[in-house]
Nanobody
Framework: QVQLVESGGGLVQAGGSLRLSCAPS????????MGWYRQSPGKQRDLIAN??????MYYSDSVKGRFTVSRDAKNFLYLEMNSLKPEDTAVYYC????????????WGQGTQVTVSS
């Protein structure tokens, strides 16, 4: 089992920056991939970035060039968000995929990011 706790959300003006963090705990060795989804009210939860064990990275077109996903030696996950736009307003969820059961997702509780125009 893996537990994920996000932090770093808040209110920021358009053009500003935020850094989100995700702290994993539990059986961290079972994590195959980690990343970030986001969800706005009335919309589905969309994948925006992830990073695998080989440091391959994925970004959605909506955030490419503005957001950067990274990990540190403790397997903490980060999302550096720059040039924020009002359409980036959402609840951001850290997620991880189990190495053994690949269709098993672990989710953080979410952190709210609000970008004002």
């Amino acid at each position: 089992q893996v537990q994920l706790v996000e932090s770093g959300g808040g209110l920021v003006q358009a053009g500003g920056s935020l850094r989100l963090s995700c702290a994993p705990s539990g059986t961290v060795s079972r994590i195959a991939l980690m990343g970030w989804y986001r969800q706005s009210p009335g919309k589905q939860r969309d994948l925006i970035a992830n990073i695998d064990r080989e440091d391959n990275m994925y970004y959605s077109d909506s955030v490419k060039g503005r957001f950067t996903v990274s990990r540190d030696a403790k397997n903490f996950l980060y999302l550096e968000m720059n040039s924020l736009k009002p359409e980036d307003t959402a609840v951001y969820y850290c997620y991880a995929i189990d190495l053994v059961v690949r269709n098993r997702f672990y989710w953080g509780q979410g952190t709210q990011v609000t970008v004002s125009s």
